[in-house]
């Protein structure tokens, strides 16, 4: 499964972009905020730090509005994926982006069917938030497992980002499930390296070792 970082905080992309194990980025209107800054200068800054998809969000509401900025957003870097809402103007301006040669991720997905319908306009990722489900005591795992069988029992060629990623047990869970990708919070990638026995084993050689 590979690993993205959901974050537009550049020091925490750069520091997981280190490690060599980051394939992408995603951000999201909300994750731009907090950084104060404009979404171009973000998302072209990321563009610089990372050799992989960076989804960039629209905040036009309409179809027509939706592709323009997408059309925008495209031209920044190669790498940029637009990530569109998971309503039926976000299906349409998928569709015709995907047909422009432009890559997509629908977001905000929290159903089989609606999988479906970003599947079936060849959006290059979709992406079921995990974490917002488990907030309103929806299966998570079970949606992304039967997301993951739909892909493999039609040969949809759609990534699945698990998203709305909050502990290691999503991450598990995601991995176990067949996602191709889990898009993860900074402070939760980070703690993916830790167990107490490591720790503990650690200390152990190095005591050893004197
Ligand atoms: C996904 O691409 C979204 O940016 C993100 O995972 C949403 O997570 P949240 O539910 O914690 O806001």
Known sequence: ??????????EEIREAASYGILAGVTT????????????????????????GPISAEVSEGD???MIAQGRELAKI?????????????????????????????????????????????GATYVSPFMGRLDD???????????????????????????????????????ALAGSDIATIPYKVLMKMIEHPLTTAGLKIFADAAK
């Open 1 to 10: 499964m590979k690993l993205f970082i959901d974050t537009a905080n550049v």
């Open 28 to 51: 999201n209107p909300s994750l731009i905020a907090k950084e104060g800054r404009k979404l171009e200068d973000v998302i072209q800054e990321i563009a610089s730090l990372v050799n």
């Open 63 to 65: 179809a027509e509005s």
């Open 77 to 121: 870097h190669p790498n940029i994926v637009i990530k569109l809402p998971m309503t039926w103007a976000g299906i349409k301006a998928c569709k015709t982006l995907v047909s422009e040669g432009i890559k997509t991720n629908v977001t905000l997905c929290f159903s089989v069917d609606q999988a479906l319908l970003a599947m079936e306009a």
């Open 136 to 174: 309103a005591d929806m299966e998570a795992e079970a949606l992304i497992r039967k997301i993951a069988d739909v892909k493999a029992l039609y040969g949809y060629e759609t990534e699945i980002i698990s998203a709305s990623i909050r502990n290691l047990k999503h991450v598990e869970m995601a």
